[in-house]
């Protein structure tokens, strides 16, 4: 049976007028999941009891299992339970805006990006799409506060698991749904050309984030494997193409790797392959785990980086580091638990 939070509204408009009812109940069932948020189909009491029973007969309403909690100053970070028994962990970052949600995408990660812990375990299966609007719904939940900003930056690689991750958007996005603005929405890849491409297409309001990581097509195959598929000479000029149509400013992430990609040479490098492209460079204090050997780099290092490229105007900024006493960098928090089993 189907869960219910991975329905769009457009969906149970189709699901209603298939029941020969009318399309604005699929309105009314909005309110009661994500503004009134009953745990019931029973309590919707504006809605006829043959509506409830078909409710009931094609739909649960379960939730995930939070399965752990880990809380510092301003983050929190999620262990979620499947109904299969695979885990994902969202993060909370509180901000002086607002509340952002880093959530997953997938159950793993088939990227292979060498610094990620995420990658450590291979893909088993997307996401469902209710899987990922529930990370939202219990967090708020367990947090009391509203959730303004999302960003799908957690485990999986979010253009691997393009459908449900659209439907995902729809239903958060949805004035009726949980109404969060596209504008506060960030997608994150590294770089799967042909999903931007028909992303691009949709022309959502929604924010696009590409994890870069190097200046060159050298460094990057050795960091990234996606880059022997997707070379930056090829995601480069698509993502000029995705400016110009869409008139969306772009966010390039860039982790700092000690001594391997944060020399001088490489900023500059950087600068270059980022001329006249409406961005915006956010430069990520690496965060390093057991299992991996790469370093952060200084905060010296960073900054000399950060200077070097608005030497060279193009914009720039350093991520906040958010709990790294909590395992925050993505997979962390599942591969810890997996191993203390
Ligand atoms: N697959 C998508 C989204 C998930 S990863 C992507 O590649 O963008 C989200 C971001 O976290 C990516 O930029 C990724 O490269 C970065 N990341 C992975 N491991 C990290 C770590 N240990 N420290 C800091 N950032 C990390």
Redesign the pocket.
């Known amino acids: 049976m189907k869960n219910i939070y991975g329905e769009t509204h457009q969906q149970l408009e189709q699901y209603f007028l298939d029941l020969g009812e009318k399309k604005f109940k699929a309105t009314q069932v909005f309110e009661w999941l994500y503004e009134k948020r009953i745990r019931s189909f029973d309590d919707m009491s504006n809605v006829k009891k043959t509506v409830i029973d078909s409710l009931n007969k094609d739909f649960v309403m379960q939730p995930l299992q939070i399965m752990d909690v880990l809380t510092d100053v301003d983050v929190q970070k999620y262990l979620f339970q499947l109904s299969d028994g695979e885990k994902v962990e969202a993060v909370l970052m509180k901000h002086d805006y607002g509340n952002s949600i880093c959530v997953s995408t997938q159950v793993g990660?088939n990227?292979g990006?060498k610094?990620?812990?995420?990658g450590r375990l291979k893909k088993r299966r997307n996401l469902e799409t209710y899987e990922m609007v529930l990370q939202l719904l219990m967090v708020e939940e367990q947090l009391k506060e509203r959730i303004s900003h999302v960003v799908?930056?957690?485990i999986?690689?979010?253009f691997d698991n393009y459908d449900n991750v659209m439907h995902f958007i729809d239903i958060i996005n949805h004035p009726k749904g949980m109404a969060i603005g596209a504008r506060h929405i960030t997608i994150?890849?590294?770089g799967v050309i042909p999903k931007i491409e028909d992303f691009m297409k949709e022309k959502r309001q929604v924010n696009l984030?590409i994890?870069l990581?190097a200046p060159n097509d050298d460094l990057r195959n050795q960091l990234m494997p996606i880059n022997k598929a997707y070379p930056l000479k090829k995601l480069i000029p698509v993502l000029k193409e995705y400016v110009d149509e869409t008139h969306r400013r772009l966010t390039f992430?860039y982790?700092m790797l000690k001594g391997v990609n944060d020399q001088k040479k490489h900023a500059l490098e950087l600068a270059h392959l980022l001329r006249g492209i409406n961005c915006y460079v956010n430069l990520?204090p690496?965060?390093?785990?057991s299992h991996i050997e790469y370093a952060k780099s200084s905060k010296e290092q960073i900054l000399n980086f950060y200077d070097t490229l608005k030497k060279e105007h193009i914009n720039v900024t350093i991520r906040r580091e958010f709990g790294s006493k909590v395992m925050a960098?993505?997979g962390q928090l599942r591969s810890h638990y997996e191993e203390g089993k």
Request: charged share 15%.
């Open positions: 990660c990227m990006c610094f990620c812990e995420s799908l930056m957690g999986g690689e979010p994150s890849t590294c984030a994890s990581h992430e982790i990520i690496y965060n390093e785990t960098a993505c």
